[in-house]
């Protein structure tokens, strides 16, 4: 079964700098879909980012981007110049074809001015 | 842009009664899922609905729950006789449509409170 995994429960960074979260995944699949999900305080689910495993070329979203790493099986999400209304749970989540989503326990990122 | 709705956007009932959770999907979506949220813990997969039937349950998903689309817009989840561990944020999403199937879309949730 696909499991998702991020290390780190917690996050901070200071307003305007770069922050860099982590997501691990296990798969014996070779064509799936990963995605970064935000949830605010307001508990919705807002897509941030998704790569498909078949591009080598990293997704980038303004702000947002990510390093895939497929040998590796990982996704981790960088955001840059970060703003106090990026403060939220970033959830990694892995979906294969025809399947359904996986999600990781997410990472709470704080951001202070 | 079109988005996904739920209604209401929290709901509290009494343990052991039946709630109805609604959805309306992007219009032009063909796939159909709802996910829990226990506070505090990661969002879990409970069914994905196509072609007006289930095409995956998880095991969670047990027969105290039931989907519908009553009509062209709605996507129902039912919870009968709910218990206080099905306290939690209930998702609805869809996909499909001129984006594809692999992206699922969110609504922005459903606070159930069972006391």
């Known amino acids: 079964a696909q499991t998702v995994t991020q290390s780190q429960p917690e996050m901070s960074v200071q307003e305007a700098e770069t922050v860099t979260l982590s997501c691990t995944y296990d798969t014996s699949e070779s064509d799936y879909y990963l995605f970064w999900y935000k949830q605010p305080p307001s508990r919705q689910m807002i897509l941030v980012i998704r790569?498909?495993?078949?591009?080598?070329q990293n997704a980038t979203e303004n702000r947002f981007s990510v390093n895939f790493q497929k040998a590796a099986k990982s996704f981790s999400l960088k955001i840059s110049d970060s703003q106090l209304g990026d403060a939220a749970m970033y959830f990694c989540a892995y979906r294969n074809y025809g399947q359904n989503f996986v999600f990781g326990p997410g990472t709470r990122l704080s951001v202070l001015p | 842009e079109p988005e996904v709705t739920q209604t209401p956007s929290h709901q509290v009932t009494q343990m052991g009664q039946e709630v109805i959770l609604r959805c309306v999907p992007i219009s032009n979506h063909l796939y159909f899922y709802w996910y829990r949220q226990i506070l505090g813990q990661k969002v879990e997969f409970l069914v994905s609905f196509y072609n007006n039937e289930i095409s995956e349950k998880s095991e969670i998903f047990d027969d105290q729950f039931s989907v519908e689309r009553p009509d062209g817009s709605n996507f129902t989840l039912k919870i009968r006789s709910t218990k206080l561990e099905d306290s939690a944020m209930y998702f609805c999403?869809?996909?499909?449509?001129?984006?594809?199937?692999?992206?699922?879309?969110f609504g922005p949730g459903t606070r159930l409170t069972v006391l």
């Open positions: 999403a869809s996909s499909g449509g001129q984006g594809g199937t692999d992206t699922q879309y």
């Open positions: 790569q498909e495993a078949y591009k080598q």
